[in-house]
């Protein structure tokens, strides 16, 4: 494949992106293709060495921010038609309140997980400072009964080793909740800008 057939077909299929982000990446790509001819590469093996227009163009729209994909005009290939038009204002009472169910169904999970992690991290504090507390009390206690102290210097450092470990697990928790948002957030963003899959 040359280059203008790799930017022909590029193009077609990042039609549904708003003008300046195609003309962007088409700039890149054709800039990055001159570069590697410069370096010495043939045309067919700098167009090669980008890897296939499918990856390439998935990636572009998914870098694409949601925001311009909204404000910016989109070239449409297919125009609605009137009698589609009637039939979606027919149909918004049952299409709306399928789509205003589920982001609230998604909206209340995330809220669930949530204030499962805020509770976690609230229990997290709650037994490194407990067992903080319990290590630097026991003096005190020690001073009246030395069993007691020596038994809150060892239930402290339980806490405090719950603590820690607890700590890890929330995390973990927390990170995996940012991934899954964020893997959820591109999905989305694939399926808004409804990419040519031919």
């Known amino acids: 494949m040359n280059k203008s057939e790799f930017l022909n077909l590029l193009e077609s ?14 700039t890149y790509y054709s800039e990055m293709i001159d570069d590697r001819i410069e370096d010495g590469e043939s045309e067919v093996d700098a167009v090669a060495s980008l890897g296939s227009v499918d990856e390439i163009s998935k990636s572009v729209i998914s870098q694409t921010p949601l925001s311009s994909q909204i404000r910016e ?69 020690m001073y009246s009964n030395i069993y007691t102290g020596i038994a809150l210097i060892g239930a402290g450092f339980i806490m405090f080793g719950l603590g820690i470990f607890l ?8 990170k995996l909740t940012i991934r899954f948002t964020y893997f959820l957030g591109r999905k989305i963003k694939l399926a808004f800008a409804k990419r040519k899959t031919a």
């Open 13 to 26: 299929k990042l039609e549904e992106l708003p003008d300046n982000e195609i003309k962007k990446s088409l």
């Open 73 to 141: 005009p989109i070239k449409r290939k297919n125009r609605f038609s009137v009698s589609v038009i009637i039939l979606l204002i027919l149909g918004s009472p049952i299409w709306l309140s399928i789509i205003l169910t589920l982001f609230s169904v998604i909206l209340s999970i995330y809220a669930a997980i949530a204030s499962i992690i805020i509770a976690l991290y609230s229990v997290v504090a709650a037994f490194l400072l407990g067992g903080a507390a319990a290590v630097l009390g026991s003096p005190i206690i």
């Open 167 to 174: 700590a890890y697990g929330t995390v973990i928790l927390t």
